[in-house]
């Protein structure tokens, strides 16, 4: 009985025909809304860094040189290709591409590094504008993440000051 279903299997693959593509001759035509690799415009870059801050991959990392120097690496080894960095950017400077050809053998055909000259405001002396109380609760100070190691570092400045938040309340004890 064993041969029969063999044989009945082999028969009905010979009568499908051709399912494959013949992708490398024609591919086919990619959806409208496809998103590939993000890209990186550093000429539209501020800096502000709202990519890097809402990667749900940390596939972004952010360091600053000195105030007006910040650098932007995407690794892109774990990108899931959400497109969420290119949703968040103030000034459009991150497209995500309409290419689906992204295997390599070499990880620096995905990376892109860019260096940034954050000037600043002549009137207020910011780089960028000011950030809601919302995003104020997220990372103060200057980022530094590690771009050798390639990790994204958690490490806040925000403290409290030396003034208590609140006064101690004395209490008396009997």
Known sequence: MSWWSKLTEALSGLQAGRVTLDYPARPRPLPKRFRGRPIFKAEQCIGCA?????????????FDVCQE?????????????CGRCADLCPEKAITMSQTADLATDRIADIQQHLELFM????RCGRCFTEPSPIEQLKLKGYRFDDLGNERWIYRSQAVLGRNDAVDDIPLELD
């Open 119 to 122: 000037s600043t405001c002549q």
């Open 69 to 81: 120097v910040r650098i932007l690496k995407y690794l892109g080894r774990r990108c899931t290709y």
């Open 50 to 62: 709202g990519c890097a801050n809402n990667c749900p991959a940390r596939e972004i990392l952010v």
